[in-house]
């Protein structure tokens, strides 16, 4: 039987790695501070504990994991990552669970490892215009990520890339764009945009409000990837001898607007846009899968409208929950 360890298995990427895993017959270690909040792991073994701490991690990696999956990392959306109040917390835990992931895989004789890195990585100045932004992978420098998450994501992906060059290591580098899904943070500060629109169209609706809040002017652009195609990406680039980085993400790009539109249409709603200032980072960015699918002969397919559907189901669910519990939201 083989084994995978699943770093950051109580989040949202991780728990749905988990769940692929062990359809795929893997015996699986789940490591994290939390447990997963919306429903049970099914690891076979899930340890809580923090992995900043050296002595943890080599308790954790205490035998020979055939795949090792990192995808521990402080982080959320745009609240959290573009007003500057975590930038210290976010590169001194990120920078440290990796340090100490790599040097103990390492000791450990451990060959293969995936490492979750981010669009973030890619530079302000290719994303200034929304209607054409530059996220091919050998566009990553001159480096200049819009905030320090992105400059962690890069230095990190740096030092997988070494690990890789001076031990052999077989290491894997994912840059995700916007993954989205049922399961994922839909409010407290950490949330990304389908989630934060989709739980504001849930509560509007539910309320009977008229209008919802964008931050910016809505003229943003993104692309938006459902979870389900996010790890069959993650698994093919995992068991592939392709080292990346590579973008794991969608090409359909639509603004703030569109997406807001979108969820209102499939809540069945017609409501006002305000928009109002908050953080937003670049103008544009949306997935370049060329090479993606020149190394792996694979790219996703679902339309953003489908996962879009799936996933407002289940906000609106968890909102009507909030709502009856007396919750403020
Ligand atoms: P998430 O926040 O839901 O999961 C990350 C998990 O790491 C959390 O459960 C958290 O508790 C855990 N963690 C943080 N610090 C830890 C520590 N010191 N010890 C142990 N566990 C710790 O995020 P996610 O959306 O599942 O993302 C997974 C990975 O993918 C992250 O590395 C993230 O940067 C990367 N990524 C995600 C997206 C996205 O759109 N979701 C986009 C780009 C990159």
Known sequence: MKKALVCGAGGFIGHHLVKRLKKEGYWVR??????????????????????RDPYF????????????????????????????????????????????????????????????????????????????????????????????????????????????????????????????????????????????????????????????EVWGDGKQTRSFLYIDECIEGTLKLMRSDFTGPVNIGSEEMVTIDQLAEMIMDIAGVKLKIKHVPGPQGVRGRNSDNRLIYEKLGWKPTMPLREGLEITYKWIEEEVRKALEKGEKL
Not at 45 to 50: K, L, P, Q, S
Request: glycine share 8%.
């Open 57 to 212: 991690v080599r308790h954790i990696i205490d035998m020979k994991f055939d795949e090792v999956y990192q995808l521990a990392a402080d982080m959320g959306g745009a609240g959290f990552v573009f007003t500057g109040d975590n930038d210290a917390d976010i590169m001194h835990n990120s920078a440290l669970i990796n340090l100490n992931i790599l040097d103990i895989c390492h000791k450990r004789n451990i060959k293969r490892i995936f490492y979750s890195s981010s669009a973030c990585v890619y530079p302000k100045y290719n994303q200034e215009d929304p209607n054409n932004p530059k996220c091919s992978e050998g566009s990553a420098y001159p480096a200049m990520p819009d905030s320090e998450y992105g400059w962690e994501k890069l230095f990190s992906e740096r030092l997988y890339l070494a690990y890789h060059r001076n031990y052999g290591m077989e290491v894997r580098i994912a840059r995700y764009h916007n993954i989205f899904g049922p399961e994922g943070t839909w409010r407290g500060g950490r949330e990304k945009a389908p989630a934060a629109l989709c739980r504001k169209v849930a509560l509007a609706k539910l309320r009977g409000d008229d209008y919802i």
């Open 30 to 51: 789940g490591v994290d501070l939390k447990y997963p909040e919306f429903s049970e792991t099914e690891a076979d073994d899930f340890v809580i504990g923090d992995l």
